[in-house]
């Protein structure tokens, strides 16, 4: 029979590995509280706040809803040396198909479609860096350029191919050829065309996240009179 002091050395012993466990239990759910915590506030941090109305103009029915929010548009020196995108192309020749509905009424297009003979050289509407030369199901070969200020994506789609030597991450300059006029992705072959979406968007932001389209149609009328 173990005496009263070896009993009491067991009892401690015990007792002092059961409070050990217990810390280590409660610092490591502080530490994944904090861990929890930290990658809250970048998440928080890379949010954009989405501007809210104004009560005034809430209320006020002679301000149409659709204005209330101006949508961001590229800065004047960008959109002031625009140019058509495909050569031989005129702004007499161009039709604003911007609102145009898409797949059944469901989604607007807002974009501007420049039909062309296939094969037609496309260029660079404005200076920029490629972020991303991909093959999409609905636009075929693409091109994402995103604007010095990293604030416009500039994007080309359904061309037939890309200019030799191009790459992503390339420095493209206003003007240069970026590949021909085609028919990939969801165009009808019979209407070869280049599709060309101007998107607002953020400097931090992903080429595929949300982005607000810009009308390019009266950006590129406006220059060419």
């Known amino acids: 029979m173990a005496s009263p002091l070896v009993e009491k050395l067991q009892v401690a012993a015990v007792t002092a590995t059961l409070v050990s466990a217990g810390w280590i239990?409660?610092?490591a759910f502080v530490l994944d509280r904090a861990e929890t915590a930290e990658i809250?506030?970048?998440?928080?941090?890379?949010?954009?706040?989405?501007?809210?109305?104004?009560?005034?103009?809430?209320?006020?029915?002679?301000?149409?809803r659709e204005d209330r929010n101006e949508i961001s548009k590229p800065p004047e020196e960008?959109?002031?040396?625009?140019?058509?995108?495909v050569?031989?192309?005129?702004?007499?020749?161009?039709?604003?198909?911007?609102?145009?509905?898409?797949?059944?009424?469901?989604?607007?297009?807002?974009?501007?479609d420049i039909p062309a003979p296939a094969g037609t050289s496309v260029r660079a509407s404005a200076p920029g860096t490629i972020e991303r030369l991909f093959r999409s199901d609905a636009g075929g070969n693409t091109i994402y350029v995103r604007s010095?200020?990293?604030?416009?994506?500039?994007?080309?789609?359904?061309?037939?191919?890309?200019?030799p030597g191009l790459n992503e991450g390339q420095q493209v300059r206003r003007?240069?050829?970026?590949?021909?006029?085609?028919?990939?992705?969801?165009?009808?072959?019979d209407a070869p065309h280049l599709h060309f979406e101007v998107m607002r968007t953020?400097?931090?932001?992903?080429?595929?996240e949300p982005a607000t389209s810009v009308n390019p149609y009266p950006l590129l009328v406006r220059q060419q009179r």
């Open 40 to 64: 809250e506030r970048e998440i928080a941090a890379k949010q954009v706040p989405t501007p809210q109305p104004s009560a005034a103009d809430e209320n006020d029915e002679s301000v149409p």
């Open 202 to 208: 953020t400097p931090n932001a992903e080429w595929w």
């Open 87 to 112: 050569i031989n192309v005129s702004a007499t020749d161009l039709v604003d198909t911007f609102t145009d509905e898409r797949s059944g009424g469901t989604r607007l297009h807002e974009a501007l």
């Open 78 to 85: 960008e959109t002031a040396t625009l140019m058509i995108p």
């Open 175 to 189: 003007g240069q050829r970026l590949g021909t006029v085609g028919s990939t992705g969801n165009a009808e072959p």
């Open 148 to 163: 010095e200020d990293r604030e416009t994506i500039y994007y080309y789609a359904h061309l037939a191919e890309y200019a």
């Open 25 to 27: 239990v409660a610092g």
